[in-house]
């Protein structure tokens, strides 16, 4: 999971498209509402993304699966325990 700091987002939606996953929203649409105060608690408590990487290997096994966060959230970045 990553996210996006509010206070950096300019809100300019460059972003959405090209998410593969198309899992970014606007924060004004209502399915965001549950998401608003994650992402903006997450962005200040994990560290910031500054390069590119791959993504996981078992990326495209993920997609479209739901109840993801309700079973596998962690606070922790990168998989920490």
């Known amino acids: 999971m990553l996210v996006i700091h509010p206070d950096e987002c300019i809100d300019c939606g460059v972003c959405e498209p090209e998410c593969p996953v198309s899992a970014i929203i606007s924060d004004s649409a209502p399915e965001a509402e ?6 903006a608690q997450m962005a200040r408590a994990w560290p910031t993304i500054y390069k590119k990487g791959d993504p996981p290997a078992d990326a495209d096994t993920w997609k479209g699966v739901s109840g993801k966060y309700s079973l596998y959230f962690s606070p922790k970045p990168g998989g920490q325990r």
Do not use: T
Request: a positive charge; zero cysteines; charged letters at 15%.
């Open 34 to 39: 549950n998401w608003r105060a994650i992402n």
